[in-house]
C-alpha cells in the first residue's frame, strides 16, 4: 500500500505560479505511472499532467507550456510546476500512482489539495 500527500496549493492570482508536491509513503520508483488530476466543482476529474516510470510525460492541451510535472524518486515525490495560473485552473487537485503488477497493484489517490486562481 502507498499513501498519497498533498501540499503546495493555495491562493493565488491569475498569472502567478504554484508548485504542487506529492509525498508517497513509500517508493515510486516501481510505478507505472504517477500523474496528476483535478476536479472543479460540477466537473468531472480530469487528467492534467503524467510521468511514467520511464521518464516521458503527458500533459492535458489546456496546460501545455504551462504546467510541469516531475518526479524525484529519491525523495518518493513528484512535483507540478504551475505557472502562468488562470482562472479556469481553479480546482482541487489530486495525485495519483499506478501500479500495474505485483504486490500492491492497483491505482493510490492523495485527499487532494486546492488551487483557487482569481482573476
Known amino acids: 500500500q502507498v499513501q498519497l500527500v498533498e501540499s503546495g496549493g493555495g491562493l493565488v492570482q491569475a498569472g502567478g505560479s504554484l508548485r504542487l508536491s506529492c509525498a508517497a509513503s513509500?517508493?515510486?520508483?516501481?510505478?507505472?505511472?504517477m500523474g496528476w488530476y483535478r476536479q472543479a466543482p460540477g466537473k468531472q476529474r480530469e487528467l492534467v499532467a503524467q510521468i511514467i516510470r520511464g521518464g516521458n510525460t503527458n500533459y492535458a492541451d489546456s496546460v501545455k507550456g504551462r504546467f510541469t510535472i516531475s518526479r524525484d524518486n529519491a525523495k518518493n515525490t513528484v512535483y507540478l510546476q504551475m505557472n502562468s495560473l488562470k482562472p479556469e485552473d481553479t480546482a482541487v487537485y489530486y495525485c495519483?500512482?499506478?501500479?500495474?503488477?505485483?504486490?500492491?497493484?492497483?491505482?493510490?489517490w492523495g485527499q487532494g489539495t486546492q488551487v483557487t486562481v482569481s482573476s
Open positions: 495519483n500512482a499506478l501500479l500495474l503488477m505485483g504486490p500492491g497493484k492497483g491505482t493510490y
Open positions: 513509500g517508493s515510486i520508483f516501481s510505478m507505472n505511472a
